[in-house]
């Protein structure tokens, strides 16, 4: 027999609407009749009717979460640190990809949408604003993160993207490197910003800006990851000068900048120094250990996560409200020849 909400408030002397409060966390319910409640429901197994508690409420209690890549470790940190916020406040997550697709990314927003969400977050892989004037309409919250649009005023969270790029190339420059490379990541505003503060620095420092030591992320790589930071890491050592730091968009592109520098005999960092940027969790584990920016994946996590759930039923309706986080240098063997 199905176990219902109102069986456990009979058994243990209580009101449905305590029990209720239990399950969504509700701060004015004591500890202990908190901790007798959901024992009772452990005992019990019960599984409460969400369809039912959302026809009620008019809330899913369910957060969307759109990435432009799973297999990225920087989506999994920040998922993992979005998920602990959600579950402290009672919501769940749904996961999704858009594969950095943007005509996926609008099949995957109405998918989420017609399944009720309370709100989206959303790492876009639009290359304009545009599109995300459907998801305005829909009056439905939602907040970005990683990737911003210009002109756009919505709810976000991320770094500083161009001071990462001025403190990478900053580092470099202290350790005596001075044909300092930029491998780019795709034109969205995270590889924007640190293209802008890799430029930015070396003209305050007044070093020249040489398009030939700035490579793109090539057409036959796989988009932000190894291969496309091996494959333009080679292109620039195959130079008549090439350049003895390489600042990369991220940390999967410095991946394959190492190896390219090691498969072409260079010895890092006394040849060729190699900064990242993301703070990958592996990176203090590698044959040399990667220097990085670190993007403070969780804690993006952790603020989207509040942000989001605080949107929910606020009324009046709350003005965008950006959440900037401060890039951090972590110099480890791959850069440090001083």
Known sequence: MTVRM?????????????????????????????????????????????????LVTGKSYAIGLIVPDLLHPFFGQVALGLGVTLRE???????ASSEEDPNLEQTEIQHLLSRRVDALILASA????????????????????????PGLLANYVGIDDRMAGQIATAHLVAQGCRRIAHIRGY????????????????????????PELIAPIPPQGDGHGPESGYIAARSLFQLPEPPDGIFCCNDPI?????????????????????????????????????????????????????????????????????????????????????
């Open 187 to 210: 034109e969205v505003s995270t590889a924007i910003g640190r293209f802008d503060g890799y430029c930015s620095e070396l003209v305050r420092r007044g070093m020249p800006v040489l």
């Open 126 to 149: 639009q290359t304009s604003a545009e599109p995300l004037r459907a998801l305005e309409e829909s009056h439905r919250p939602y907040v970005l993160i990683d990737r911003a649009f």
């Open 6 to 54: 109102k069986d456990i408030a009979r058994e243990l002397g209580l009101s449905v609407v305590t029990v209720s409060k239990v399950l969504r966390n509700h701060s004015d319910i004591s500890a202990e009749t908190r901790e007798r409640v959901l024992k009772r429901m452990r005992e019990l197994n019960y599984q409460p009717d969400l369809a039912a508690r959302a």
């Open 89 to 95: 406040r009672g919501y769940c997550l749904i996961l």
């Open 254 to 338: 410095a991946l394959g900048a190492l190896r390219a520098a090691v498969e072409s005999g260079r010895e890092v960092p006394k040849d060729v120094a190699i900064i990242g940027c993301g703070n990958l969790h592996y990176s203090d584990y590698l044959r040399i250990p990667l220097s990085t920016i670190d993007q403070q994946d969780r804690h993006i996590g952790h603020e989207a996560g509040a942000l989001a759930v605080s949107l929910v039923g606020a009324k009046p309706v709350r003005p965008p409200r950006s959440v900037i986080l401060e890039p951090k240098l972590i110099a480890r063997r791959s850069s440090l020849r001083k």
